[in-house]
């Protein structure tokens, strides 16, 4: 398999801008999660899916972010209306149904820099 | 509320000494899970070790090793024979979930080897 992908790799935008981040999760896996990482608050969790159905979204900043995942296939993480302290690398994760393994894999990552 | 506390911000050791990188974390829940990812300079996140509540027993692979205390709440993770390859940031985390993935992560320990 792949693994986690994500697209773009990195991404430059206006402050006022969309923003949209894509992930393709690893066949077979039912959980999601989007991650955010910045100097100053680390790695925090966002969001939760399991079997497409967001399940813990308290770590969303606010109503600028949504996300979506509209299949077992593809998830979207929305930024409507950008600001530089937006500026961040995401990374999402998937991992398999209980019981078929043991972690969650990562993807590479989505370094967003908002100007 | 959970907390992962990596005191360590950066150890810089000269490669074939060992280091042990400290990990400390607060829950409330009986059940719960811990976890070991490297973030390498490329950026990506690597799983190297998850570790469930009810399991103390210590677990060695290869160069790395790990010791869990429930008894002080620490999941120390030590690197012998320290290689320049072994250099990059390495983060504790700790689940808040049954299935173990939904990740609390500490800041992160920043791991320099030099030759």
């Known amino acids: 398999d792949a693994g986690v992908i994500q697209s773009p790799r990195h991404e430059v935008t206006e402050m006022g801008q969309e923003v949209t981040l894509r992930c393709k999760p690893i066949?077979?896996?039912?959980?999601l999660f989007w991650y955010r990482q910045t100097m100053m608050r680390g790695l925090e969790l966002l969001i939760y899916f399991n079997n497409n159905v967001p399940i813990d979204d308290s770590g969303m900043p606010e109503d600028r972010f949504s996300a979506k995942m509209p299949n077992a296939s593809f998830s979207t993480l929305k930024i409507q209306p950008s600001e530089p302290r937006d500026s961040a690398v995401y990374f999402c994760?998937?991992?398999?149904?209980?019981?078929?393994?043991?972690?969650?894999?990562f993807g590479q990552g989505t370094r967003l820099t908002v100007v | 509320a959970q907390k992962v506390t990596q005191a360590q911000t950066e150890i810089s050791v000269v490669e074939k000494e060992d280091v042990t990188l400290d990990c400390v974390y607060e829950?409330?829940?009986?059940?719960?899970?811990l976890f070991w990812y490297k973030q390498p300079p490329s950026g990506e996140l690597v799983f190297l070790i998850r570790r469930n509540s009810f399991d103390e027993q210590n677990e060695i692979s290869g160069r790395y090793s790990w010791n869990f205390q429930k008894s002080t709440s620490s999941f120390n993770f030590t690197i012998t024979a320290s290689q320049v390859v072994d250099s990059a940031v390495y983060f504790c985390?700790?689940?808040?979930?049954?299935?173990?993935?939904?990740?609390?992560f500490g800041g992160g320990t920043r791991l320099m080897v030099k030759p």
């Open positions: 066949s077979g896996h039912n959980s």
């Open positions: 985390a700790l689940s808040r979930d049954n299935a173990g993935n939904m990740l609390t």
């Open positions: 994760a998937s991992s398999p149904p209980l019981g078929q393994g043991t972690e969650a894999f």
């Open positions: 829950t409330r829940d009986t059940t719960y899970y």
